[in-house]
Every structure is written in structure tokens, then in C-alpha cells.
């Protein structure tokens, strides 16, 4: 069996030395809210009776906020229709 988004989600918490408060604010990046409580359940054992499983929409809102902690905001692309004024 391959690895879930749970286990994702934790490797990069460990890898990238992440805390809670640390994952709530990258999540905040995008726009994207998620509790401690939420963390904490989506971070217990499968036989724990509050686990909670860590779907699709938060891990990808989690990598896209982890992308612009690392990197920083994506720069402004220049507008392809804009006229050059000095093309004379």
C-alpha cells in the first residue's frame, strides 16, 4: 500500500521542522483555514478514534502555501497585450 496523505503531510512537517502554529500560518498564504485540532487529528495514529483523515483539498492548499513560504510570492507577469511606447 503506497503512502497516504496523512504520511505525506507528516514527512513534510518533519522535514521542513514545522510546528502547528507554523502549518496554520502557510496555510493562511492561501487563503486556507485549518485549526490546530484539525492538525493534531489529521497527525494521530489511524487507530486513534479522533483521527481524521488528511484529504486532497488541504494537502494541496498546504504545498501551494509551503511553495510561497519557501520561494516567496510569485512575481507579477507582465501583460502579453501591452503596447511598447517606445517602438518608434
Do not use: W
Request: proline fraction near 3%; charge should be positive.
Amino acid at each position: 500500500m503506497g503512502l497516504t496523505n496523512n504520511d505525506i503531510f507528516k514527512k513534510l512537517r518533519v522535514a521542513h521542522k514545522l510546528r502547528d502554529d507554523d502549518i496554520v500560518k502557510i496555510c493562511t498564504l492561501v487563503d486556507f483555514k485549518v485549526t490546530k485540532s484539525e492538525l493534531g487529528a489529521m497527525f494521530r495514529n489511524e487507530s486513534h478514534p479522533k483521527y481524521m483523515e488528511c484529504g486532497d483539498q488541504v494537502l494541496r492548499n498546504f504545498l501551494n502555501g509551503l511553495i510561497i513560504h519557501l520561494r516567496g510570492p510569485m512575481p507579477e507577469k507582465k501583460d502579453k497585450n501591452t503596447i511598447h511606447k517606445n517602438t518608434k
